[in-house]
């Protein structure tokens, strides 16, 4: 990688003088543990499936035991997994310099907040929380922890549904979550993209923002992203390779 050198050199300058920075990670970063992809884990007996089905309200109402097991498995795959050398020097970072460095993450895993960055705004939600999948009809506060043990798990009482706490196709983001991460992009002196496509919107958008808001932006990937037109730099690698050189 010594052609790569002196753009890293560049860029791990800019983040040592910065006051404020900002890392947004996707799939990638997560696959360099271990953690299938979306679209990776439709293997197997999961292939026939229509995406639709295990990622929307719409395919959980239809047959909830069959979406509740595919995240059940995707939920050992999450456990079973450790962070990444990536995840470690962003850790690392914040313990270094801390009130400096905000991750915003597609990630649905908690291999950010095991490697330090507890703050991390998960824009996609946490696939390891449990919630219900609607409101009690009774105007009454459950516990999901005290749901009745099922496949889903459901309220003993009303029968309401213990669904994972992600966001499905056709759901808003966690509530505060996209303007926390915009507001991060806006105000960061350097911004990284991370290990992602560039594909998923609202969050493929924070590039432009940071750019627009006079952010010196770089993209950290070993393939080409539909927003590399947004960096000042693209660098080509991955996250467990280069974020340690970084930061």
């Known amino acids: 990688m010594a052609e790569l050198d002196e753009p890293l050199r560049d860029v791990r300058e800019r983040i040592d003088r910065a006051s404020r920075v900002c890392v947004l990670s996707g799939a990638g970063m997560s696959a ?10 439709l293997t197997g007996l999961w292939s026939r499936f229509d995406p639709a089905q295990l990622a929307s309200v719409e395919g959980f109402r239809a047959d ?4 509740w097991d595919w995240y059940a498995e995707r939920r050992e795959g999450v456990r079973c997994a450790q962070p990444n050398a990536g995840h470690l020097a962003l850790g690392a970072f914040v313990r270094r ?33 449990d919630q219900w999948l609607d409101g009690c009809g009774r105007g009454r506060v459950c516990e999901v922890g005290q749901a009745a043990p099922g496949r889903p ?24 979550a996209m303007d926390a991460a915009e507001r991060a992009a806006r105000t960061s002196e350097v911004m990284l993209v991370v290990g992602t496509s560039g594909a998923v919107w609202p969050a493929a958008g ?7 808001s006079g952010a010196f932006v770089a993209i950290v ?27």
Do not use: Y
Request: with cysteine; glycine share 8%.
């Open 32 to 41: 360099e543990s271990g953690i299938a992809t979306f679209r990776d884990a």
């Open 153 to 176: 798990p459901r309220c003993a009482e009303c029968g309401n549904l213990v669904r994972p706490g992600v966001v499905w196709f056709g759901e808003m983001l966690p509530a505060g």
């Open 97 to 129: 310099r801390p009130g400096v460095l905000t991750v915003v993450t597609q990630n649905v895993d908690d291999l950010h907040q095991r490697a330090g960055n507890r703050d991390a705004i998960r824009l996609h939600g946490d696939i390891l929380r």
């Open 64 to 67: 909830p035991p069959l979406v």
């Open 206 to 212: 924070l590039a432009a923002k940071a750019r627009r």
């Open 221 to 247: 990937n070993p393939h080409a992203s539909e927003i590399d037109a947004e960096a000042h730099v693209l660098l080509q690698g991955t996250a467990a390779q280069l974020l340690p050189r970084l930061f």
